[in-house]
Structure formats: structure tokens, C-alpha cells
């Protein structure tokens, strides 16, 4: 089982519908959760973390937690083309042998359709 | 404004030689980071340093190296022993290393081979 695992997509969501991004992760000792968003050609850019089960919201971005399910997930409300972008899952993982470190997900793209 | 720069953004390198990636941040932050980032696959880790004068390798650190000689300085050599160099590497910073210390990235610098 891969360490933080997301769907890679592409995810098509409608110009002003709710898209739905997941991500589960393997260590139950997690405890930092991280969204970025990667445009195509440039770096990835925090855009929400959560640390505590429940939702957290930021204007028109939710990230859920599920510490129990091992399940973190952000919500983009009325999406717009702007949003279409890659978005990478980032999780702190506890290795046996090593530092704690963080894991990111291959990342899903997603793609706003007008 | 305060930020991460990675210097040059483009870079070509030889067979048999070595070149080397340039990582400032003025962002007072204690602990940076070098991913590496091929297509389809998520951020690997490379090197990172915890505080100046310390670094510790990560997933991948063969045929690279790093130094850590100021706070705002974390350069990364790509050795010839690196068979493989093509692809977009990132430098990341965060506060402290940390679990809930979100990384912050600069724009990346794409290498590949002559």
C-alpha cells in the first residue's frame, strides 16, 4: 500500500459545481495534512492544511479529515476554470528507520469545464 | 517581499558533469528541503536540513549532494554519478522541521541532459 494515495484523474467537473478532490493515507500516526495546487510548468502553492478531524474552510475551499478512516479530501466550491490545476495531498509520515517526513500523493488533475 | 528563489530556472547538463542548483530564502526559516519531481510521479525527497550546518539525506539522495553553510543558503549538486538528472527539482522551506509546519516552495528549476 503506497504511503498517500490519490486518484490521478483527470477529474472534469462543471464551471460552478462543487469538486471533490481524495486522498487516503496508510500511517495512523499522522498528524499534518496538506493541499497544494500545482498549475502545469510551475511549483506547487499551499493553498489549506488541517490537523484536527472535522472541516476546516477558506473561502471557497474545505478540507475534511477523517483521522479514523484515514481519509483527507477538499472540497472546491463554485469551481472556476482558474481551479483547473493539479492538486497534491501531502501527509507527515513516521518511517520505521528515519525522521518524520512529509509524503506527498502523486496528485489529482483537475479540469473545470466552462 | 519575502521568498524562496531558485536559481537558474533552466539548466543543461553535460555527460560527466556536475552542476549546481541555487536555493535563497529570506524567510528566516530554519529547515529546507530538495524534491525531485518526474511526470506521473509525486515529489521525492532528496536532502533536507534542519537547522544551518546539518543535512540529512532523504529517499533519493544518491548522485546528489548539499550544503547548509548559512540559514538562507541550501545549494544541491547534481553529480555524474546521477545517471538519471532530467527532471523538475524543487526547494522547499518551513519554519521549523516540524510536522505542522507547512513547506513553502520556490519556482523550481528544470534540468536535463546535453
Given at each position: 500500500?503506497?504511503?498517500?494515495?490519490?486518484?490521478?484523474?483527470?477529474?472534469?467537473v462543471p464551471e460552478g459545481a462543487i469538486a471533490?478532490?481524495?486522498?487516503?493515507?496508510?500511517?495512523?500516526?499522522?498528524?499534518?495534512?496538506?493541499?497544494?495546487?500545482?498549475?502545469?510548468?510551475?511549483?506547487?502553492?499551499?493553498?489549506?492544511?488541517?490537523?484536527?478531524?472535522?472541516?476546516?474552510?477558506?473561502?471557497?475551499?474545505?478540507?475534511?479529515?477523517?483521522?479514523?478512516?484515514?481519509?483527507?479530501?477538499?472540497?472546491?466550491?463554485d469551481s472556476?476554470?482558474?481551479?483547473?490545476?493539479?492538486?497534491?495531498?501531502?501527509?507527515?509520515?513516521?518511517?520505521?528507520?528515519?525522521?518524520?517526513?512529509?509524503?506527498?500523493?502523486?496528485?489529482?488533475?483537475?479540469?473545470i469545464?466552462? | 517581499?519575502?521568498?524562496?528563489?531558485?536559481?537558474?530556472?533552466?539548466?543543461?547538463?553535460?555527460?560527466?558533469?556536475?552542476?549546481?542548483?541555487?536555493?535563497?530564502?529570506?524567510?528566516?526559516?530554519?529547515?529546507?528541503?530538495?524534491?525531485?519531481?518526474?511526470?506521473?510521479?509525486?515529489?521525492?525527497?532528496?536532502?533536507?536540513?534542519?537547522?544551518?550546518?546539518?543535512?540529512?539525506?532523504?529517499?533519493?539522495?544518491?548522485?546528489?549532494?548539499?550544503?547548509?553553510?548559512?540559514?538562507?543558503?541550501?545549494?544541491?549538486?547534481?553529480?555524474?554519478?546521477?545517471?538519471?538528472?532530467?527532471?523538475?527539482?524543487?526547494?522547499?522551506?518551513?519554519?521549523?522541521?516540524?510536522?505542522?509546519?507547512?513547506?513553502?516552495?520556490?519556482?523550481?528549476?528544470?534540468?536535463?541532459?546535453?
Amino acid at each position: 500500500q503506497k504511503e498517500v494515495e490519490q486518484n490521478s484523474g483527470p477529474l472534469s467537473v462543471p464551471e460552478g459545481a462543487i469538486a471533490s478532490l481524495n486522498c487516503t493515507y496508510s500511517d495512523r500516526g499522522s498528524q499534518s495534512f496538506f493541499w497544494y495546487r500545482q498549475y502545469s510548468g510551475k511549483s506547487p502553492e499551499l493553498i489549506m492544511f488541517i490537523y484536527s478531524n472535522g472541516d476546516k474552510e477558506d473561502g471557497r475551499f474545505t478540507a475534511q479529515l477523517n483521522k479514523a478512516s484515514q481519509y483527507v479530501s477538499l472540497l472546491i466550491r463554485d469551481s472556476q476554470p482558474s481551479d483547473s490545476a493539479t492538486y497534491l495531498c501531502a501527509v507527515n509520515i513516521f518511517p520505521q528507520n528515519g525522521n518524520e517526513k512529509l509524503t506527498f500523493g502523486t496528485g489529482t488533475r483537475l479540469t473545470i469545464i466552462p | 517581499d519575502g521568498g524562496i528563489t531558485q536559481s537558474p530556472k533552466y539548466l543543461f547538463r553535460k555527460e560527466g558533469q556536475n552542476v549546481t542548483l541555487s536555493c535563497e530564502q529570506n524567510l528566516n526559516h530554519d529547515a529546507m528541503y530538495w524534491y525531485r519531481q518526474d511526470p506521473g510521479q509525486g515529489l521525492r525527497l532528496i536532502y533536507y536540513s534542519q537547522i544551518v550546518n546539518d543535512f540529512q539525506k532523504g529517499d533519493i539522495a544518491e548522485g546528489y549532494s548539499v550544503s547548509r553553510e548559512k540559514k538562507e543558503s541550501f545549494p544541491l549538486t547534481v553529480t555524474s554519478a546521477q545517471k538519471n538528472p532530467t527532471a523538475f527539482y524543487l526547494c522547499a522551506s518551513s519554519r521549523q522541521y516540524y510536522s505542522n509546519q507547512p513547506q513553502h516552495f520556490g519556482d523550481g528549476t528544470r534540468l536535463s541532459i546535453l
